[in-house]
């Protein structure tokens, strides 16, 4: 029988590269994991780690088990909360990941209600960008993922297919120039309007699309600044320095101050979604923060 508890510490491992490291992420002795991954090989009768001096890898067995003990674990905190939750404990915890700009609008308003309505509920938050969001979800390291992504650009939607989408809201993006621009209060700007003029860019997979829409117009963007900080992008743009375009959450999320917000043609627009996996949305804790999200993003 594999036990969970060794799955735990077969993925610690191989995550860390040796068992002292994977000993201290679960705050136990390196003999306690030493003994733990020789019971697991015993169990599978194979295997699963090769020692050559200092060094560590897995074998094939360790590599086909560590890709499935994701799923196994998920699905294991699926039945204990679902479990607890059906006999009247009335705890949870959930596990958030978001990227900035969700962290700042739509977080807030959905764990303000979590908490009042479900006080017996802990719900921990980190900050991560899409493509990373989305692989912790995969790998078992949160419950909720907010992410987005661009329509029209080359990401396909297959690369949610395994997942529970929920969709939250469509996130136009809008330009920004300084104030005193030749084109700050117009109604609209076309993105060819802008090949000129020097970029500030955004998160990798902002910056991206950025190249894309802009390549689509016509000319290919000079990028003379690149962040994933929101509130740098908008002082740089307040400061004269170039011109840059935003999703609403993220203008919304930060006092913009000495720049000009214009409407840009075509228009350019972000999904934003909450992911789980299939397990994991059955779990009352997680299913009640997917809800949340959904009311915070009609406000």
């Not at 297959?158 to 529970?164: F, K, T």
């Not at 060819?192 to 860019?201: M, N, R």
């Not at 689509?216 to 170039?242: C, E, H, K, N, S």
């Amino acid at each position: 029988m594999i036990e969970a508890r060794h799955l735990r510490v077969l993925r610690a491992v191989a995550g860390t590269g040796s068992f002292s490291a994977a000993a201290r992420e679960l705050g136990c002795t390196q003999p306690a994991v030493s003994q733990q991954m020789k019971a697991l090989e015993q169990s599978v009768g194979t295997p699963l780690l090769i020692r050559t001096g200092r060094e560590m890898r897995l074998t094939q067995a360790g590599e086909a088990l560590v890709r499935h003990a994701a799923g196994i674990l998920a699905g294991l905190t699926a039945a204990e909360e679902e479990v607890a939750a059906i006999a009247g404990l009335r705890a949870g915890r959930v596990r958030l990941v978001s990227f900035p700009s969700g962290s700042s609008t739509l977080v807030p308003t959905a764990l303000a209600a979590m908490r009042a309505e479900h006080p017996g509920t802990r719900i921990s938050l980190v900050e991560a960008e899409p493509p990373r969001s989305v692989e912790m979800l995969r790998e078992g390291d949160c419950d909720v993922a907010l992410a987005f992504r661009y329509g029209g650009s080359s990401t396909s939607a297959a690369e949610w297919e395994d997942l529970v989408v929920r969709p939250l809201l469509t996130d136009r993006l809008v330009g920004l120039v300084p104030e005193g621009h030749r084109l700050a209060g117009a109604e609209r700007v076309g993105m060819a309007e802008l090949a000129d003029e020097p970029w500030i860019a955004g998160c990798p997979r902002c910056r991206r699309h950025l190249v894309e829409v802009c390549e689509d117009a016509g000319f290919t963007p000079r990028i003379d600044f690149a962040t994933d900080d929101y509130p740098a992008v908008v002082g740089l743009v307040g400061a004269g320095l170039g011109v840059a375009v935003l999703p609403e959450l993220a203008v919304e999320s930060v006092r913009a101050k000495g720049v000009s917000t214009v409407a840009v043609e075509p228009a350019v627009e972000r999904e934003v979604v909450a992911l789980t996996l299939t397990d994991l949305a059955r779990v009352p804790a997680v299913a009640a923060t997917l809800t949340q999200l959904e009311r915070a993003a009609t406000r």
